[in-house]
C-alpha cells in the first residue's frame, strides 16, 4: 500500500474519531443545559404560580411575614400547634394561619403538603403522579384517593402543558430535601376542640 494513501487513512480516521468524541461531548452538554434549563424554568413558574404563599412556611421578620428558605416548600411544619378560631367566623370567613400553611373553612382544615425531594414530600413520586395531582387534583396523584383541599388551585391547572409540569417538577426534585409529615386534614365535626 501507498504510504501517502495509508497516511491519508489514518489522518481521516484521526479527524473522524475527534468529531465523534466532540460530537458525544457536545451532546452530553447539551443533555447537562438542557435538565439545568429545565429546572430553571420549573424554579421560574413555581414563583410565578405563587406556590411558595402556601407551601413555603413563613417567619416573622421587622417587615412582616417572609418565607422561610431554610424550609422551601417544605409545607404546614408538623410542629405547628393549630390555632384556636371562632365557630362563627368559618361558617361566612375563610382563615389563614400566620404562616399561610393552614386554612380553616366550610371544609374542616387544610394543611399544605410538602413539595421538598425528601420522600416525606415528593422525593418517591414519578412525573405522573405529580401530573395526575397537578392537573386532576388527586391526592399523591393517585387514583381512588380523595380530592385535594381548598386553597390548592388545582382546576386552575388543569390544561397546563406537559413540558411546563415536566419543568416543575425537575425543579421540585433538585429542591433540598426537607423531612416534613404534614397533618391530616381536620374534618368539620372535629374542628370543634379548637373553638374557642
Given at each position: 500500500?501507498?504510504?501517502?494513501?495509508?497516511?491519508?487513512?489514518?489522518?481521516?480516521?484521526?479527524?473522524?474519531?475527534?468529531?465523534?468524541?466532540?460530537?458525544?461531548?457536545?451532546?452530553?452538554?447539551?443533555?447537562?443545559?438542557?435538565?439545568?434549563?429545565?429546572?430553571?424554568?420549573?424554579?421560574?413558574?413555581?414563583?410565578?404560580?405563587?406556590?411558595?404563599?402556601?407551601?413555603?412556611?413563613?417567619?416573622?421578620?421587622?417587615?412582616?411575614?417572609?418565607?422561610?428558605?431554610?424550609?422551601?416548600?417544605?409545607?404546614?411544619?408538623?410542629?405547628?400547634?393549630?390555632?384556636?378560631?371562632?365557630?362563627?367566623?368559618?361558617?361566612?370567613?375563610?382563615?389563614?394561619?400566620?404562616?399561610?400553611?393552614?386554612?380553616?373553612?366550610?371544609?374542616?382544615?387544610s394543611?399544605?403538603?410538602?413539595?421538598?425531594?425528601d420522600?416525606?414530600?415528593?422525593?418517591?413520586?414519578?412525573?405522573?403522579?405529580?401530573?395526575?395531582?397537578?392537573?386532576?387534583g388527586k391526592?399523591?396523584?393517585?387514583?381512588?384517593?380523595?380530592?385535594?383541599?381548598?386553597?390548592?388551585?388545582?382546576q386552575?391547572?388543569?390544561?397546563?402543558?406537559?413540558?411546563?409540569i415536566?419543568?416543575?417538577?425537575?425543579?421540585?426534585?433538585?429542591?433540598?430535601?426537607?423531612?416534613?409529615?404534614?397533618?391530616?386534614?381536620?374534618?368539620?365535626?372535629?374542628?370543634?376542640?379548637?373553638?374557642?
Open positions: 500500500m501507498n504510504k501517502n494513501l495509508i497516511s491519508a487513512v489514518t489522518l481521516v480516521s484521526i479527524i473522524i474519531a475527534l468529531s465523534c468524541s466532540s460530537t458525544e461531548k457536545q451532546q452530553s452538554q447539551s443533555v447537562t443545559i438542557s435538565k439545568d434549563s429545565l429546572i430553571r424554568r420549573g424554579a421560574y413558574l413555581v414563583d410565578l404560580m405563587g406556590c411558595h404563599d402556601c407551601h413555603t412556611p413563613k417567619k416573622m421578620t421587622p417587615q412582616g411575614p417572609a418565607p422561610d428558605m431554610d424550609r422551601m416548600l417544605s409545607g404546614h411544619p408538623a410542629d405547628m400547634p393549630m390555632f384556636a378560631f371562632d365557630s362563627i367566623t368559618t361558617k361566612n370567613w375563610v382563615l389563614f394561619n400566620m404562616t399561610g400553611t393552614a386554612m380553616v373553612g366550610p371544609w374542616g382544615t394543611f399544605s403538603g410538602n413539595l421538598t425531594s420522600t416525606s414530600g415528593i422525593g418517591a413520586w414519578t412525573e405522573a403522579q405529580f401530573k395526575k395531582a397537578l392537573t386532576e391526592l399523591k396523584g393517585l387514583e381512588g384517593t380523595r380530592p385535594l383541599l381548598p386553597p390548592m388551585p388545582w386552575n391547572y388543569r390544561n397546563m402543558k406537559d413540558e411546563d415536566s419543568a416543575i417538577f425537575a425543579f421540585l426534585k433538585s429542591t433540598k430535601p426537607v423531612n416534613n409529615i404534614v397533618p391530616m386534614p381536620i374534618a368539620p365535626k372535629d374542628l370543634a376542640k379548637f373553638v374557642k
